[in-house]
């Protein structure tokens, strides 16, 4: 092979300014597991592996010679193979700052500003915004959200991040004018604008202070002129730098791959089970990296990047004449919802071809613009037309194994020809397209079509050109018969199977011809000048600058300096989260002697275990052995709730798909996981239950006798002036914590001893469950939890048996420790999720809107087994009566048991559920009276003193002044008024607005729960070690726990340590869950506090001048006990479902919100303007802790109700297993305005130190945006004739947006008959 007897095999690359050579680099590992397990820098995290989260995000510099510039850029090191940093810098978060030395002011701004909760998204954070600097020092709020386009955090809702780096911008200054907060006095209420308080000042960001870039790069370009070549366990990887190379290597492996941005590959061999035996970068051939303008149109070699075009485009159309750069204008614009900067930065332009994705987001604009492309092999080159004869089939093309692409031409348009292309995804940002398109047309002078290019892709297995459209065209004339003509036509083009991939079928094929409609226009406005209604049509996507205020009251004046509580303090491991010291359950050091399981998942839905065969898997290196249900010493059934109904490893039937059926153990995760995927199953399978309808037509539920009566609904619904029918579906949630489910399970060798650290909210479960699992008492067994990268309700039982259950009876049969920690793609398969649910409703009211009866039937479903789902159903029947005075009710709960995984706590645990329902059907009501929802919610609240349907009396009863207040400072009449006026004049863009309140139950349901233990040393230094039952998860649970300690010590919190959470200092606890673990376990730290107090109180009279040293030093030489316990059980509670009576909770949480969006009717996007919320949170311990808490639940709440739709197939396969899939909320989905006031006076008597609950209370009040979009599609019916009540499920995705806006485009394509097809995914 030429060159190759020269070629380098040493990789070189620097990591924070060290050195790194390897001999023998694995071309199959990637940068992330090189830095976190080879070089031990372990603040990069592992949220996804599929470029999707941004959690490893770190900074690449090179020098480029040609400009003689050093380029830094952001990538995901999850993605980036290790062999393709030769030559460069890494800078990882560990590199820039660390709360030993100083920090970053990156990392000093994203903790002081509140952004980090679990912290787990935060390092990568850090590292986007670490890169916009170096590379703008002194960016635009726009580039600065631009910036964070690929990463997410499931925490925070973003506000406060946003909010922290907008101090390193331009235009860093108040956005509320003359409103702005310095301009009043603050009285006793703290105002924060955009979440800093007036007096906030940051250590300067000084960009002469960053390192600096290796010489040794700079001076020599060995790094970067020399073939490289590196050599395997399986794989080989070749960098060849010249053109001649590439193909000569390409010539002797004809199969090989070649690979730039590996963003395709990475995720094919990853997650699709693919292996490439040969891959060769093609990065460093300068053929494949140029961008070369003619006079004719543009050159683009395959291998250059996203970003370099973007960049290179953005200069050019300077010197251009605007009509030739409108395919230019067009890609750049779709540039900006392609992916996140990390990929951008990495991904080229011939991997989007090559890779022939049908919904590539370039491809349809490279068919439409009329592309050529240039193919070469060691036989030469030819140039193809890009058009309908390129792609064969799926992903598949006409370029032979031995040719490579090696550019493409993108022709400039003509003065005459227009160029548009048009994206729909789920989400605005970083997602894949549902459809997309390019659309081309060139008129003569009479506007008259020349030519026309149509092409789209999500239409078909490949992109496609909708020919006979666009030849049919020729010859007409722009105008609307055509438009309607050309409608008709695309139906012809472009068929869609009802069963085709991707489901969604009408909404892809209405979106074509909106599309179209949008083309149209926007041709037609370069002749004739738009009018109002067609304008709206066009509206361009306009960014906005974000604004925010928290408003909160000031500690009451002549609190003592010292006594933190009630002070906006910051979470107490912000500032090692944001420098990657925070250790994480993966983080921990490995053992020498460990191993790593990976875990063998069912693939059927229902079925019987005929056969396991691991003959092939046993035979990978570095195996140790299989492990399944015969390996457990114990008892192999579990259950992690009230029911044993599981087992740890199936033994023979299975009842879901991603069960566990077997664990490979191994070396490495990357052959346990190799060895996994081989081992064989056959089964004999039945069918599987996934839906909740299947589920009531085969009569398949739980034992459950739910019922809640109150009054007499029969006679109240026979003698109401009105009554009303209606249903809704709201769909499941993934948790989606950014840290998925890990564990280390060590066994002591001793007495059957065994040693866990788990991510879990429930360390007791977890050590009762691996003892009954191993055969021994539980006294032998300890779990330890330092932090959790979020936890959500998921991490409560199902990180039990899905991960640490497996691991611990590993560990014993080898008598090793054993770590895992589950890819996304098996945490989502396997842990469960928000329970889905489908309630069907009958409602009595008067002509007024006052409502006499509601009679409900609440289907959850469960999935395969109990887990806590009795619980969520008693919450979510609890919640039926959201804040509403109801008479006469009958709520009925039926548990669907189902073949899907089992479905589990979440935040809220089915409170949002039932208040969806209930204000559901307050919306129906509103409808069907012709009357606005506010009235209606107005006149049937609940007052003080009322009594709920389960006879629980409502004390301080604040709904009203949340709602009064919220609705006052939101402005909300005079904006509805507005609205109304806004959506008379425009036809496709129309706003919604919406008023909820909230009233949530706070205790756990099971009354036995309600109790926490916390443990206090004090050292005779006088620091503090205190640990209690709760888990810290990003909640900020320590911190608020080290407050109240220190307010009942009187010492400083800074002398006052929580190091864990571990099951032998404080032992029988509760899951961190409920919303309570502030109240109980704070409750159980103030009595352990007072009781060392009250010990410590005869020394302070003694000596009342001293230091709490001096009273510490004489208690330990009077021989005083230094330690105390403290435990709590809430008082008076317990219902009796028999009676209907007694108190469930132990007081409630209120809250009121109003939401305004702005809704796409003919595409269904939408954009929250602007959120009020008004919360009571009593006195509250730490308001930016509890303000982190509302703002991150309503983010969570809007995912539910807007975005998040996990998708199963038929046959209980599911569709949606990572960040590509499945869109949580991102950056670009914050309201553009957000202000969160917390009610001022209201002091709650019921929990420690007069606070309130807050972790889930606020998620509903998200359902303000879903009310307000159904407010929104509302006005788009009326304009098309359609009135009255509707229904709108959950969530209000796109899809269901554009489509209920019912309009002649969504007529054209109706909804085929149940039944007469197989749909990919269905509603389950
Ligand atoms: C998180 C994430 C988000 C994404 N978002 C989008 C999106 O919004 N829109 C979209 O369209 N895509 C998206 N993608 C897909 C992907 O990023 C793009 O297709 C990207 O352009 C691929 O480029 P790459 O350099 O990383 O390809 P690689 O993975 O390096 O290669 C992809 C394929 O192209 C082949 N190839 C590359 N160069 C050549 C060549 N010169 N000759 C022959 N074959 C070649 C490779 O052999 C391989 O088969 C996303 C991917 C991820 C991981
Ligand atoms: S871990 Fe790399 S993007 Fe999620
Ligand atoms: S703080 Fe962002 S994911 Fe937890």
Redesign the pocket.
Known sequence: MAGLEQSGNTLVFFVNGKKITDDNPEPEETLLSYIRNKLKLTGSKLGCG???CGACTVMISRYDRQSKQIQHFSVNAC?APVCSVHGMAVTTVEGIGSTKTRLHPVQERISRSHGSQCGFCTPGIVMSMYTLLRNTPLPSTNQMQHAFEGNLCRCTGYRPILDGFKTFTKEFKCQMGENCCRNKPAEDMQIQENGLDKDTTFTSYDPTQEPIFPSELQLTDKYDKMMMSFRGERTSWFRPVTIAQLLDVKANNPNA???????????ETKFKGLHYPVLIS?THVPE?TCIEYSHTGVTIG??TT?NAIHDSFQEKRKQLKEYETRVMVAINEMLQ???GQQ?RN???????I??G?P????NPIFMAAGSTLTLQSLEGSRKVAFDENFYTAYRKNI?RPDE??VSIFIPYTSEKEYFYAYKQANRKE????IVNAGMKVRLDDEQKVQKMSLAFGGMAPTTVLALGCCNKAIGRTWDDKLLEDVCHWLENDLPLSDSAPGGQIQYRRTLTTSFFFKFFLQVKSYKVKLHGKDLTAIKDYEWEERKSVQIFEKVPEGQQEIDPVGRPVPHVSAAKQATGEAIYCDDMPHYSDELYIALVLSTVAHGKILSVDTKMALEIPGIVGYVDHTDVPGSNDTGPAALIDEEIYRSEMVTCQGQIIGAIVADTQAHAQRAAKLVKIQYETYDPIITIKEAIAKDSYFPTDSVIVNGDVESALKEVENTLEGEIHLGSQEHFYLETNAVIAVPKGEDGEMEIFASTQNPTTTQMLAARALGVPASHVVCRVKRMGGGFGGKETRSIPALSLPAVVAAQKFGRPVRCMLDRDEDMLTTGTRHPLYAKYKIGFTAQGRIEALDVDLYLNAGCSTDLSAAVMERAMFHSDSCYKIPNVRVKGHLCKTNIPSNTAFRGFGGPQGLMVCENWISDVASKLGISQTKVREMNMYKEGDKTHYNQTIERCNIESCWKQVLEQSNYHKRLEQIDEYNRESRWRKRGIAAVPTKFGIAFTATFLNQAGALVHVYTDGSVLLTHGGCEMGQGLHTKMIQVASKTLGVSAERIHISETSTNTVPNTSATAASASSDLNGMAVLQACQTIKDRLQPFVKAKPEGTWNDWVNAAYFDRVSLSASGFYKTPNLGYDWETNSGNPFNYFSFGAAVSEVEIDCLTGDHKVLKTDIVMDLGSSLNPVIDIGQIEGAFAQGYGLFTLEQHKYSPNGTLLTRGP?AYKIPGFGDVPIEFNVTLLKDSPNPKAVYSSKAIGEPPLILASTVFYAIKHAITSARADTGVTGVFRLDSPASSERIRMACSDEFTKQFPEPKEGSFTPWFVQH
């Open positions: 599929e470029g999707g993605l791959k070649l690979v730039c941005g590996n963003t395709e590959i990475g995720v093609a494949l395959a291998s996203l919802w392609f992916a990929i990495v991904a080229a332009i011939g991997g989007n090559m890779t994705s919904i590539s987001d370039l370029v490579i692409l970083d997602d894949i397209a590509g």
